[in-house]
């Protein structure tokens, strides 16, 4: 089973920027893809970006592409999410999660997810 634990989250002025990491223990350490979600106040979880490992592909929801970047450290066992030009709207709990069993190429669908890290809180205002 992974174990994920997320860190980076913080308070920010609308237009700066975070980095939020997602590091990655237990044995065997073996997963599929890597995903970072969100869930605000009042809404559904949603997909922020994944990573896919057998081969760097990416998927970013359309509110943060251009703004978001997720990145893997191999010899860390950790991703990143950096975000960059942050909104109010960007306000939510983070969450690191691994797809250990699918092949997916549609890296966005949270059921193929089984183990969640419990979250960083990312808050957007002035």
């Known amino acids: 089973q992974v174990q994920l634990v997320e860190s980076g989250g913080g308070l920010v002025q609308p237009g700066g920027s975070l980095r939020l990491s997602c590091a990655a223990s237990g044995f065997p350490l073996d997963y599929k893809a890597i995903g970072w979600f969100r869930q605000a106040p009042g809404k559904e979880r949603e997909a922020v970006s994944c990573i896919r490992t057998s081969d760097s592909l990416t998927y970013y929801a359309d509110s943060v592409k251009g703004r978001f970047t997720i990145s893997r450290d191999n010899a860390k066992n950790t991703v990143y999410l950096q975000m960059n030009s942050l909104k109010p709207e960007d306000t939510a709990v983070y969450y690191c999660?691994?797809?250990?069993?699918?092949?997916?190429?549609?890296?966005?669908?949270?059921?193929?997810?089984?183990?969640w890290g419990q979250g960083t809180q990312v808050t957007v205002s002035s």
């Open positions: 999660a691994a797809n250990t069993q699918y092949y997916s190429d549609y890296l966005f669908l949270q059921y193929e997810y089984d183990d």
